[in-house]
Structures are given as C-alpha cells and as structure tokens.
C-alpha cells in the first residue's frame, strides 16, 4: 500500500508569500491519480488540484500543481488570508496526514 | 447544484449499530461512484469505502470489513452506511463523496458518528 508523507507538519507564512507543500509517495504513482484538497475549520475538505496539476472549477490561479513519480508539490503563489487551512494530497485510497497552513 | 447531505450521525455505544445515509441531489446518481471518508476528532483524513455506480462493486478500509456496509438506492438518490459492531476508535465525522477518475470531487458536510458509553 502507498504511503504518502506531506511535509512540513506546519507551514507559518506570512499574507503575500509563496507557500511550497510536499508530498512524497512511497512508491512511484501516477500523476493522473495525485489530488490535493483544502479543508478549513468546521468545514469539509475542497478539492483544489487534481491530476497532479490541474486545477479544479473555481480554484484561483494562485494554486498551482506539480510533480511525478514520488515527489509532488502544491504552491500557492501569493498567500490570501482566506488559504491558512489544512492540505491534504491524495492518492486513491490514501491521504497524506496533512500540512497545516498558518499564520505567522 | 451537486449537494451531498449526510445524516444518521449520533452518539452509539460500543458494540452498538448506526445508519448512516447521504441524500444526493443536482446530478445524475447511478452514473457516479461514491464513497464514505471519515475524520477522527483532531486527525486527518481516512477512506473507508467505495460502491459502484451499479452498487455491485463494493471496496473497505481493513479497519472497517466486516463490521460496515455500503450501500445506494438509486430511487432514492440515497448512499448508505450501515455500521455494526462500533468501537471507540470509530468515533469520527464521516463524510458522503463522489467520486469522479481518482479524486473527490464533492464533499457533504459531514455527520459525527460518537461511540461511547
């Protein structure tokens, strides 16, 4: 079974910066099946980013996908105070544990 | 709209039985697969189960066989998760998703299954 890691645990950034999220598969996978999601407090996840890099209906261009093989990233460009939240990626019937998105 | 409406959630005791149900609505039904994901208080995400557009294709985290069952009626617009056998660490949100290639395209708000005595 593939293992996904997401790193950093937690992530503190300020309004405005570049955000760069891991997440490494312990084995290789196939783009086509690597998904990120947003999830805020109270609320259920959103999917962001499918097929590693595609962008959802409605997901802002700031959010952008990338990666193959093992090693997989999600950048949020310009940081809005609406993104602090919790991303998860994810790939078939495994999630990663999450990377927590703060405030600084 | 896609909407995903679960309800059934509630407090259990261990040992005890739950059903919980996803009303659907805004797309056709029997054309997506569906799945229940749930969290735990505090913790990430988990999949715990799958069924087919037809509902004759059925999958299950380990940590569920046996004790959950998935099921939909499609005049009904409906999924279901019949649970069984519940314990503490099934404490947890649970949430209805369609599926659509290999992500999860719709959430619904989630019900909070509790199990304790």
């Known amino acids: 079974e593939i293992v996904l890691t997401q790193s950093p645990g937690t992530l503190s950034l300020s309004p405005g910066e570049r955000a760069t999220l891991s997440c490494r598969a312990s084995q290789s996978v196939s783009s086509t099946y690597l998904t990120w999601y947003q999830q805020k407090p109270g609320q259920a996840p959103r999917l962001l980013i499918y097929g590693a890099s595609s962008r959802a209906t409605g997901i802002p261009d700031r959010f952008s996908g990338s990666g193959s093989g093992t090693d997989f990233t999600l950048t949020i460009s310009r940081l809005e105070p609406e993104d602090f939240a919790v991303y998860y990626c994810q790939q078939g019937r495994t999630f990663g544990q999450g990377t927590k998105l703060e405030i600084k | 709209e896609v909407q995903l409406v679960e309800s059934g959630g509630g407090l259990v005791q261990p040992g005890g039985s739950l059903r919980l149900s996803c009303a659907a609505s805004?797309?056709?039904?029997?054309?997506?697969?569906m799945n229940w994901v749930r969290q735990a208080p505090g913790k990430g995400l988990e999949w715990i189960s799958y069924i087919s557009g037809s509902g004759s294709t059925t999958y299950y985290a380990d940590s569920v066989k046996g004790r959950f069952t998935i099921s939909r009626d499609h005049a009904k617009n409906s999924l279901y998760l019949q649970m069984s056998s519940l314990r503490a660490e099934d404490t947890a949100v649970y949430y209805c998703?369609?599926?659509?290639?290999?992500?999860?395209?719709?959430w619904g708000q989630g019900t909070l299954v509790t199990v304790s005595s």
């Open positions: 805004g797309f056709i039904f029997s054309s997506y697969e």
């Open positions: 998703t369609r599926r659509v290639g290999r992500s999860f395209d719709y």
